[in-house]
């Protein structure tokens, strides 16, 4: 609940308004999100987007380690939050039941449901090598990124 935090999140959300405003391509939208998380965010070792496509999610544009290609809906910390459409703010990954290590050196994990036209669309999944580095205001903040991204998809 930092307001130096908050401050940030909000910065970066003017950022990423500004970036998808007038271009309709998702995926070059998400590309320039999730280098912008990647390199503004402290501790963080993996951030980017899981689309869904049929039944399972299907990596889409990051920043980090290569990553899990493809995730069932259920499984993972990614595949909870579409299963219980619902975001996932995950302290320590290791005590997730059913978590996939897609790299060994995460420990703690935040992930949101993006919407288009009412149906979650995509994730976007943002870990850490610290144990607890996501709190309730990472997830506040990521969701006025998530927002700005949505807006986009309509």
């Not at 391509?25 to 990647?38: F, P, Q």
């Given at each position: 609940m930092s307001q130096?935090?908050?401050?940030?999140?909000?910065?970066?959300?003017?950022?990423?308004?500004?970036?998808?405003?007038?271009?309709?391509?998702?995926?070059?939208?998400?590309?320039?999100?999730?280098?912008?998380?990647?390199?503004?965010?402290?501790?963080?070792?993996?951030?980017?987007?899981?689309?869904?496509?049929?039944?399972?999610?299907?990596?889409?544009?990051?920043?980090?380690?290569?990553?899990?290609?493809?995730?069932?809906?259920?499984?993972?910390?990614?595949?909870?939050?579409?299963?219980?459409?619902?975001?996932?703010?995950?302290?320590?990954?290791?005590?997730?039941?059913?978590?996939?290590?897609?790299?060994?050196?995460?420990?703690?994990?935040?992930?949101?449901?993006?919407?288009?036209?009412?149906?979650?669309?995509?994730?976007?999944d943002i870990d850490?090598?610290?144990?607890?580095?996501?709190?309730?205001?990472?997830?506040?903040?990521?969701?006025?990124?998530?927002?700005?991204?949505?807006?986009?998809?309509?």
């Amino acid at each position: 609940m930092s307001q130096n935090k908050q401050q940030h999140y909000a910065e970066l959300a003017q950022q990423v308004a500004s970036l998808v405003e007038g271009e309709s391509d998702y995926i070059a939208n998400m590309a320039n999100i999730s280098a912008l998380l990647y390199w503004t965010l402290k501790d963080v070792n993996w951030a980017g987007f899981y689309l869904l496509k049929d039944s399972e999610l299907v990596l889409g544009p990051f920043h980090g380690q290569p990553a899990c290609i493809r995730i069932p809906i259920g499984k993972g910390v990614c595949g909870t939050a579409v299963s219980q459409n619902s975001t996932q703010l995950v302290y320590d990954v290791h005590e997730f039941a059913g978590h996939i290590a897609c790299d060994a050196a995460s420990n703690s994990e935040v992930v949101i449901p993006v919407y288009a036209n009412g149906e979650i669309f995509a994730v976007l999944d943002i870990d850490s090598p610290l144990i607890g580095r996501f709190d309730q205001t990472d997830v506040d903040g990521l969701q006025l990124i998530v927002d700005s991204l949505q807006a986009s998809l309509v």
